[in-house]
């Protein structure tokens, strides 16, 4: 019985052995085979990153092959249909529409404080509630607007920003060669829909301080992270200056 089973063994193996050796090599595979060729349409990502994607799902045989027209968004493919079929299945995970990302709008508007009237304040109505919340909590009774800025950014960005200052709420006079510079930066703005926060909000002005008749500037300002509920109006920082204080509110808006 051991003689039988290790005959069958042998013969096994040889007839193996034969159909190994027949196998057509790879260069005349695809000459016992039929090429088909198929164009894709690509309607939403970006028709040469999915094209380099699939490329190794093709055959890889000669006269198998991938050609890409970006104008028209399509990517042409000759080969095997079991490959094609790969490689539509690919096109169709890959190809899809990119996430909409929500607009953030943030207004910010900076006030002066003062214990005595300011000479042509002025004061947004939509200020008025945030006014009266600060008169109760600091020690100055006039606000004025000094001014107000609006910007639009995307989720993870961020926002610069500058300018020149009106004098006239600092109890100055305007004057080119002395003028009051102001500076903004947002860094990393992210949101939750519900939720606005800043990673770091970076306020600074150069106030000119008039020393033993010599004009020097002053640099105010503040630097901290920020949490701004939707629609909701936020006191981000006050600064004093002399008899004055500067106070910056922002609102923020998710679209």
Do not use: C
């Amino acid at each position: 019985m051991k003689r039988i089973a290790s005959l069958i063994a042998i013969v096994l193996f040889t007839f193996t052995a034969l159909a190994q050796n027949q196998q057509p090599a790879p260069e005349e595979f695809n000459s016992v085979r039929e090429y088909k060729n198929r164009i894709f349409t690509v309607q939403n990502g970006d028709v040469r990153e999915i094209a380099g994607a699939i490329k190794l799902l093709g055959s890889g045989f000669k006269g198998a092959g991938l050609s890409v027209n970006t104008e028209l968004r399509t990517i042409t493919v000759r080969d095997f249909p079991e490959n094609l079929a790969a490689i539509e299945e690919a096109i169709k995970r890959l190809d899809h529409a990119e996430p909409k990302t929500a607009d953030i709008e943030l207004k910010i508007s900076v006030l002066i404080a003062a214990k005595t009237p300011l000479p042509n304040a002025t004061l947004p109505d939509e200020l008025a509630p945030v006014v009266k919340q600060l008169q109760s909590t600091l020690r100055y009774t006039n606000y004025g607007l000094m001014t107000s800025m609006m910007h639009r950014t995307k989720i993870g960005d961020g926002i610069r920003g500058s300018g020149v200052a009106e004098p006239m709420l600092l109890g100055m006079s305007t004057s080119a060669d002395r003028p009051i510079f102001y500076n903004y930066e947002l860094r990393r703005i992210t949101s939750d829909q519900s939720t606005v926060d800043i990673e770091n909000f970076d306020f600074s002005m150069n106030v000119p301080v008039d020393i033993g008749g010599s004009i020097q500037y002053q640099p105010v300002g503040f630097k901290t992270p920020v949490s701004i509920r939707q629609g909701e109006k936020v006191v981000i920082g006050t600064t004093t200056m002399r008899d004055k204080a500067l106070v910056v509110v922002v609102t923020a808006s998710v679209n």
